[in-house]
């Protein structure tokens, strides 16, 4: 069930996954957010979340997608903030 979720939400299958039973690992990366590693075992109902050096564990899917609509809005913002100083410090030294 986590498989598909993940799948719809943009994370790739790692290649080697077939080979290991225990546990299955999902990753996504956006230039924006960086690297998101998602761990499904078989022992636990849940996925394990690794952001930003952070590890996370899920066992709801509306819980999970909410951190992960989260994760990129802080990130997004940020990003926006960096962009407007850019593009300002860059309109200030054209000469016009």
Not at 7 to 18: Q, T
Not at 34 to 46: F, L, P, S, V
Not at 82 to 96: A, E, G, M, Y
């Amino acid at each position: 069930m986590y498989r598909n979720f993940l799948l719809k939400n943009n994370f790739w299958a790692k290649k080697g996954n077939e080979a290991n039973e225990n546990k299955k690992i999902f990753i996504k990366h956006d230039p924006t957010i960086g690297g998101i590693y998602a761990i499904i075992e078989q022992n636990n109902r849940g996925v394990k979340i690794i952001a930003n050096g952070e590890e996370y564990f899920f066992n709801n899917f509306d819980k999970l997608d909410i951190f992960l609509n989260q994760l990129e809005q802080k990130q997004n913002d940020f990003v926006k903030i960096l962009r407007r100083r850019s593009v300002s410090h860059k309109l200030r030294t054209l000469d016009i």
